[in-house]
């Protein structure tokens, strides 16, 4: 499909007749394929990187790399243990931007299918918390499948308006804005959305990025960090968006400190108002098209976190017993927390207990912290999401090591060996990393 007339006629006389036509040209190559290491899971990473085909580092994302091509990765029992995300380039950007959240509390807006939550969910560590929320319920539960194979326990995902994440005011110490939009950046990777793009939606897209905005700022606490980002090169949705806002939210809005930027990268620097921008033009950058842009709350603008109150009682507390049996199951079960939601026990980092329980009473939350399992007379049936998890204790249940293929097997639900497993529950390894349980 040919690139919307309207969009390259813009594109030229934005950009100039050379830069535009090197834009339109980029735009119908080939896109890079990149991935993100799970810095707790990826293991031997050079062995992996050189299984995958990589060809170089993601010079911004320390955990970033290209791939030659695209493999099967599907086909990779590493990808099905979430040892790494395939993410595309420019996005992991805003791990610079988000700056120091190591143990803080960061809302992710429009979170689905995941690639950024899970990016934040490694920079704030395991006594942060990342909420992801994604306003369509198909997609959250996509983002939550993605966020317990991530399985670093410090996720809550709610699927909810913007809206009611505003009503949590001056919560959060860096709030994420990655806004739908008329999706410029993806006529390459995903050509169909060329027939999609139209001037209307662009604008269309601009009033609704607006309001988003304006409940990640309520959001936001004093001092903490905004971060927007579209995949869409237009002006409208991008600086003319930010600018609108910054104007509105006056002194309230501050800039950040620099961001260093090599030149060599290929991104293009730039202001709107009070936010530091970041364009990723494909024939200029190695990614595809990508603006991102960050900007401060002032720790003068005043207000503090909201204390909502619970309409209703979501999570229990879980009995000594149950602690017990559920304690022996985790490494770290002197930091955790346990909760009872319905009749699954999960745990949490104790720093963030409180959070998790204000959420679980004011929104609709679909996965929280660490999903552990039920207790049946007194043992745990542990849930798969425990399996994934980067708290589980290895040494709590036999492993059942598995070669490649069996992998695939035990992947496709296909029977495997019976010698592999020992009596009772088994966690089913690949490589060493987990997969799942199954029993002999
Ligand atoms: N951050 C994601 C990632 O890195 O994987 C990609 C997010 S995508 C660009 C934008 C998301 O915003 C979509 O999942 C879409 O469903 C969601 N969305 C659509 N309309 C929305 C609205 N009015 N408010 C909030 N989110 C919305």
Same mark, same amino acid.
């Given at each position: 499909m040919e690139l919307p007339v309207a969009f390259a006629g813009r594109v030229v006389r934005d950009l100039g007749p050379e830069e535009g036509a090197a834009l339109c040209a980029a735009l119908d190559g080939v896109p890079p394929v990149s991935v993100r290491l799970h810095p707790a899971k990826c293991g031997d990473a050079g062995a992996l990187l050189r299984r995958l085909g990589a060809c170089g580092r993601?010079?911004?994302?320390?955990?970033g790399h290209y791939l030659t091509e695209r493999p099967q990765f599907t086909f990779d029992p590493a990808f099905h243990a979430g040892a790494y995300y395939v993410q595309e380039a420019a996005s992991q950007f805003v791990g610079r931007l988000v700056g120091d959240v190591a143990g803080r509390r960061v809302l992710d807006l429009c979170a689905a299918p995941g690639g950024k939550t899970t990016l934040y969910a490694s920079l704030v560590g395991p006594e942060g918390l990342v909420v992801a929320n994604e306003i369509d319920r198909r997609r959250a539960s996509v983002l939550a499948d993605n966020v317990r194979k991530w399985g670093t326990g410090n996720v809550a995902v709610t699927t909810c308006e913007p809206k009611a994440l505003g009503? @949590?005011?001056?919560? @959060?110490d860096a709030v994420a804005v990655d806004a739908p939009c008329? #999706?410029? #950046?993806m006529f390459r990777k995903d050509p169909a959305s060329r027939g999609e793009w139209s001037e209307g939606n662009v604008r269309l897209c601009a009033a609704r990025q607006d309001a988003i905005l304006r409940e990640a700022w309520r959001a936001l606490k004093p001092g903490g960090r905004l971060i927007y980002s579209t995949c869409t090169f237009n002006r409208t949705e991008d600086e003319e968006v930010l600018e609108a806002f910054a104007e509105a939210a006056g002194a309230d809005a501050v800039e950040t400190a620099e961001v260093p930027v090599d030149p060599a990268w290929g991104i293009v620097c730039g202001r709107a108002g009070v936010f530091r921008t970041y364009r990723f033009f494909p024939h200029r950058a190695r990614g595809e098209g990508f603006f991102a842009a960050v900007a401060r709350k002032s720790p003068d603008a005043g207000g503090r976190p909201r204390r909502l109150r619970s309409r209703r009682e979501v999570l229990t507390a879980p009995t000594r017993d149950e602690v017990r049996e559920l304690s022996r199951w985790l490494h770290d079960a002197e930091r955790m927390r346990f909760f009872r939601a319905g009749d699954r026990f999960y745990a949490c980092a104790a720093a963030q207990e409180e959070a998790l329980h204000a959420l679980a009473g004011a929104l609709p939350v679909i996965c929280s912290g660490v999903e552990m399992g039920q207790i049946f007379k007194g043992t745990l049936k542990p849930a798969h999401a425990l399996a994934l998890s980067t708290s589980l204790d290895r040494g709590a249940v036999a492993t059942a090591e598995l070669a490649h293929d069996e992998a695939l097997d035990y992947l496709r639900r296909r029977d495997v060996a019976a010698h592999r497993f020992a009596e009772g529950m088994n966690l089913v390894c690949c490589g060493g990393r987990p997969l799942g349980w199954a029993k002999r």
């Amino acid at each position: 499909m040919e690139l919307p007339v309207a969009f390259a006629g813009r594109v030229v006389r934005d950009l100039g007749p050379e830069e535009g036509a090197a834009l339109c040209a980029a735009l119908d190559g080939v896109p890079p394929v990149s991935v993100r290491l799970h810095p707790a899971k990826c293991g031997d990473a050079g062995a992996l990187l050189r299984r995958l085909g990589a060809c170089g580092r993601v010079p911004w994302c320390a955990d970033g790399h290209y791939l030659t091509e695209r493999p099967q990765f599907t086909f990779d029992p590493a990808f099905h243990a979430g040892a790494y995300y395939v993410q595309e380039a420019a996005s992991q950007f805003v791990g610079r931007l988000v700056g120091d959240v190591a143990g803080r509390r960061v809302l992710d807006l429009c979170a689905a299918p995941g690639g950024k939550t899970t990016l934040y969910a490694s920079l704030v560590g395991p006594e942060g918390l990342v909420v992801a929320n994604e306003i369509d319920r198909r997609r959250a539960s996509v983002l939550a499948d993605n966020v317990r194979k991530w399985g670093t326990g410090n996720v809550a995902v709610t699927t909810c308006e913007p809206k009611a994440l505003g009503e @949590f005011e001056n919560w @959060f110490d860096a709030v994420a804005v990655d806004a739908p939009c008329s #999706g410029e #950046g993806m006529f390459r990777k995903d050509p169909a959305s060329r027939g999609e793009w139209s001037e209307g939606n662009v604008r269309l897209c601009a009033a609704r990025q607006d309001a988003i905005l304006r409940e990640a700022w309520r959001a936001l606490k004093p001092g903490g960090r905004l971060i927007y980002s579209t995949c869409t090169f237009n002006r409208t949705e991008d600086e003319e968006v930010l600018e609108a806002f910054a104007e509105a939210a006056g002194a309230d809005a501050v800039e950040t400190a620099e961001v260093p930027v090599d030149p060599a990268w290929g991104i293009v620097c730039g202001r709107a108002g009070v936010f530091r921008t970041y364009r990723f033009f494909p024939h200029r950058a190695r990614g595809e098209g990508f603006f991102a842009a960050v900007a401060r709350k002032s720790p003068d603008a005043g207000g503090r976190p909201r204390r909502l109150r619970s309409r209703r009682e979501v999570l229990t507390a879980p009995t000594r017993d149950e602690v017990r049996e559920l304690s022996r199951w985790l490494h770290d079960a002197e930091r955790m927390r346990f909760f009872r939601a319905g009749d699954r026990f999960y745990a949490c980092a104790a720093a963030q207990e409180e959070a998790l329980h204000a959420l679980a009473g004011a929104l609709p939350v679909i996965c929280s912290g660490v999903e552990m399992g039920q207790i049946f007379k007194g043992t745990l049936k542990p849930a798969h999401a425990l399996a994934l998890s980067t708290s589980l204790d290895r040494g709590a249940v036999a492993t059942a090591e598995l070669a490649h293929d069996e992998a695939l097997d035990y992947l496709r639900r296909r029977d495997v060996a019976a010698h592999r497993f020992a009596e009772g529950m088994n966690l089913v390894c690949c490589g060493g990393r987990p997969l799942g349980w199954a029993k002999r």
